[in-house]
Each structure stands twice: as structure tokens, then as C-alpha cells.
């Protein structure tokens, strides 16, 4: 893990802080599709992001319950539940595998397992990534600054795929985790 704050011409500080975080993919409960589709939670991650995530997440063991807790002290933008029953959330806007746009997603839920991390994104990432669970990625987190702030009002890194870019939309149909029904 390591973080980064940018500085401009007069050295102050810029407020673009990052967190590079590396994991393993795992198998997660199989619960993240049917929150992502709730329409309340999908207008605010796409009101927040600037995208319409995958119907899953990419669940993540950083082996270090120090990155939840960093990235707590962060406190990143909210989900809000507007219904009963359900968690608030925790939001910061990143790039996986230094290539596409994603969020990381934590659920403010007791006993929440503390060295995984949740990632939403506009597209399957097991598959944009080459990826299966057991192999390793690395997540930049934009902890302030950037957080959480749709894409388009910093322009858009020319590094980074955005798949809503040629118009077509983030969801592809499969639910649950990034392709297999479970998160």
C-alpha cells in the first residue's frame, strides 16, 4: 500500500492523494448483484461515478486490515440507503489494473470482513483483466480529490478505458460476481 499527494507550482498541496492497493481475487457471497440492481443504489453510483457499474463486484483480499482502515479515515463519498434495511456505504473512484475506471465499494456493516475490498466498475473485469479468482491486481484508490467525482469534470485520463465512452453501457446482462452469479 502507498499513497501519493500531488503538489503544484507553489508546492502546496493539490488534495489528488491515491492509495495503491494490491490483492488477490476471491469469491464473494453472491449478494452484490442484487444491490447494484436496486435502482436507488445504481442512480447513485452513477450520479457518484460517472458510470453504471457491472451487475457484480470484483471482491479483493489485500491481506492487511490496515487499507479499510485507511480508507476510512478517508472517508470517502456515501451511499445512502433510501430504504429500510439496508447498509450505508462507503465510495472512492479508482483505476484497476492501471487501466480502467472503477470504485471501490465498503459497506458500513458489522462484521464486515476487514481485508476485503469490494470494486464496481462499468464492464466485467475478470474478463477485461484476464483474471480468475486466486490472481493477483492492483487498484489505484483516489482518496481525496478525484474521489468519487465523475470522470468527466477532470477530463479523461487517456491512460484509462472508459468503456461508456462509444455510448454502449456498463451492463452486459451477467449478474453476480464479475461473471460467475456469486459475490
Known amino acids: 500500500m502507498s ?12 488534495g489528488d492523494e491515491r ?44 491481506h492487511d ?3 479499510q482502515e485507511r480508507l476510512k479515515g478517508c472517508r ?11 447498509c450505508d456505504a462507503f465510495l472512492w473512484s479508482g483505476v484497476i489494473g492501471g487501466k480502467y475506471p472503477c470504485a471501490v465499494v465498503l459497506p ?5 470482513p476487514e481485508c476485503i ?3 464496481v466498475a462499468p464492464l466485467y473485469l475478470k474478463q477485461a483483466l484476464a483474471i480468475e479468482d486466486g490472481d493477483g491486481v492492483e487498484v489505484e484508490v483516489y482518496l ?7 470522470p ?7 491512460d484509462v478505458s472508459w468503456p461508456g465512452a462509444s455510448g454502449k453501457r456498463g451492463r452486459t446482462g451477467k449478474e453476480g460476481e464479475q461473471g460467475r452469479g456469486k459475490t
Open 3 to 14: 499513497g501519493k499527494t500531488r503538489r503544484d507550482a507553489s508546492g502546496k498541496k493539490r
Open 19 to 62: 492509495l495503491k492497493v494490491v490483492g488477490t481475487v476471491v469469491r464473494g457471497l453472491g449478494e452484490s448483484a442484487s444491490f447494484l440492481s436496486i435502482p436507488w443504489v445504481n442512480a447513485q453510483l452513477v450520479r457518484k461515478l460517472g458510470f453504471s457499474p457491472y451487475g457484480g463486484t470484483l471482491n479483493i483480499d489485500v
Open 65 to 67: 486490515p490496515g487499507v
Open 76 to 86: 470517502g463519498e456515501r451511499i445512502l440507503p433510501e430504504e429500510e434495511g439496508f
Open 108 to 112: 458500513l456493516v458489522p462484521g464486515y
Open 117 to 119: 475490498l469490494e470494486i
Open 144 to 150: 481525496k480529490g478525484r474521489s468519487a467525482v465523475r
Open 152 to 158: 468527466a469534470a477532470h477530463g479523461r485520463n487517456p
